[in-house]
């Protein structure tokens, strides 16, 4: 279960990171023709596109990993706490 949240995690960060490359590759493509005002701020929302793709990317790494390592941390000493099974009177 932590595995496969873990790979999740690299793939939001590996989707991002090449959404964020074609948004800014694209944008320097479509700015570097043109100097209209419109055209350029459609390259930037582009780029400002491309950098929110990353945010789930970020709040897994920023959060979500660090739960995932306290209930790693939560399941270890409970593998190793001591059972005692009783018959209820």
């Given at each position: 279960?932590?595995?496969?949240?873990?790979?999740?995690?690299?793939?939001?960060?590996i989707?991002?990171?090449?959404?964020?490359?074609?948004?800014?590759?694209l944008?320097?493509?479509?700015?570097?023709?043109?100097?209209?005002?419109i055209?350029?701020a459609?390259?930037?929302s582009?780029?400002v596109?491309?950098?929110?793709?990353?945010?789930?990317?970020?709040e897994?790494?920023?959060y979500e990993?660090?739960?995932?390592?306290?209930?790693?941390?939560?399941?270890?000493?409970?593998?190793d706490?001591?059972?005692e099974i009783?018959?209820?009177?």
């Amino acid at each position: 279960m932590f595995t496969y949240k873990k790979q999740k995690g690299r793939r939001y960060l590996i989707r991002g990171l090449l959404f964020l490359i074609a948004c800014v590759a694209l944008s320097s493509l479509i700015t570097a023709f043109s100097e209209n005002s419109i055209v350029y701020a459609v390259g930037q929302s582009l780029v400002v596109i491309g950098w929110v793709a990353l945010w789930k990317p970020a709040e897994f790494y920023l959060y979500e990993n660090r739960d995932l390592k306290n209930d790693i941390s939560l399941m270890k000493m409970l593998s190793d706490a001591c059972i005692e099974i009783r018959e209820m009177a």
